[in-house]
């Protein structure tokens, strides 16, 4: 859901081995992804899935 990490994101990712081989993935409108959670669980979950990584 949050996307490809990039170098802003997280410093050294492309030197990791096998980097290249993954395609790019933009991150998800959480509220389309979960349409049932209310605006303040959308809230949440946007601040806590880098957490999860």
């Known amino acids: 859901l949050s ?5 802003l994101e997280w410093p050294g990712v492309s030197s990791l081995r096998d980097w290249h081989v993954y395609r790019r993935w933009e991150p998800q409108n959480l ?16 601040v806590s899935i880098p957490f999860l990584d």
């Open 3 to 7: 996307g490809t990490a990039t170098e």
């Open 31 to 46: 509220a389309r992804a979960v349409p049932s959670l209310a605006p303040e669980g959308v809230d949440l979950l946007s």
